[in-house]
């Protein structure tokens, strides 16, 4: 079955910036989406379609995706960047999230 | 703007039938979107349930299909989920979401996008005896 992969922790110095990876068998001929989730809080989504951000979302995020990578990079990391990552993608006929990444911004 | 608020019992007990309501607010389900149940357990990620779409079109993850039915009801502008023959492991926050699903031209190629834009707050399930 599918899967994709993330690394389970990701630190970041304030003000610079961070990359969060996921993995999967040929993730770039997918479409990537990326949802930010803070504790005790519902997911929000962050990048979709790869490298589309919605409009309330900060212009320091973005997204790419190519061969077996998708990535979502967030530059001048701030403080409030602080949380759980998770990337998704559909594959056949069902949906699968990455198991997640912590950002912690030190 | 659009809002999703889940409901329904917040403690089963093993074998029980888990029945959750979405209501959505502020848009009306009949005018299109896919709309779709997702669950995380306490520390853990993220798990898909399924979707629906406002003419019944559904879309299952393999692993729950067996136990899992999403309907729709468009007169009461809400969407539900049921799960039969719960246990401890279906103990979750259970989350609904406006879902975009769609097979779309972007970045130099044909895909499916899918995507979930707006989330509820999320209701919490607890299966215990």
């Known amino acids: 079955s599918y899967e994709l992969t993330q690394p389970p922790s990701v630190s970041v110095s304030p003000g610079q910036a961070a990359s969060i990876t996921c993995f999967g068998d040929?993730?770039?001929?997918?479409?990537a989406s990326w949802y930010q989730q803070k504790p005790g809080q519902s997911p929000v989504l962050v990048i979709y379609?790869?490298?589309k951000r919605p409009s309330e979302i900060p212009e320091r995020f973005s997204g790419s995706n190519t061969g077996n990578t998708a990535t979502l990079t967030i530059s001048e990391t701030q403080a409030m960047d602080e949380g759980d990552y998770f990337c998704?993608?559909?594959?056949?006929?069902?949906?699968?999230f990455g198991g997640g990444t912590k950002l912690t911004v030190l | 703007q659009v809002q999703l608020q889940e409901s329904g019992p917040g403690l089963l007990k093993p074998s029980e039938t888990l029945s959750l309501t979405c209501a959505v607010s502020?848009?009306?389900?009949?005018?299109?979107?896919?709309w779709g149940w997702i669950r995380q357990p306490p520390g853990k990620g993220l798990e898909w349930i399924g979707s629906?779409?406002?003419?019944?079109?559904?879309y299952y993850n393999p692993s729950l299909k067996s136990r899992v039915t999403i309907s729709v009801d468009p007169s009461e502008n809400q969407f539900s989920l049921k799960l039969s023959s719960v246990t401890a492991a279906d103990t979750a926050i259970y989350y609904c979401?406006?879902?975009?699903?769609?097979?779309?031209?972007?970045?130099?190629?044909?895909?499916?996008?899918?995507?979930?834009?707006?989330w509820g707050k999320g209701t919490t399930v607890t299966v215990s005896s």
């Open positions: 979401a406006r879902t975009i699903f769609d097979y779309v031209w972007e970045n130099y190629r044909y895909a499916y996008a899918y995507y979930m834009d707006v």
């Open positions: 379609s790869d490298d």
């Open positions: 998704q993608a559909w594959d056949s006929t069902y949906v699968l």
């Open positions: 629906i779409y406002q003419s019944g079109t559904t």
């Open positions: 040929k993730l770039g001929g997918k479409y």
């Open positions: 502020n848009y009306s389900i009949s005018r299109g979107y896919y």
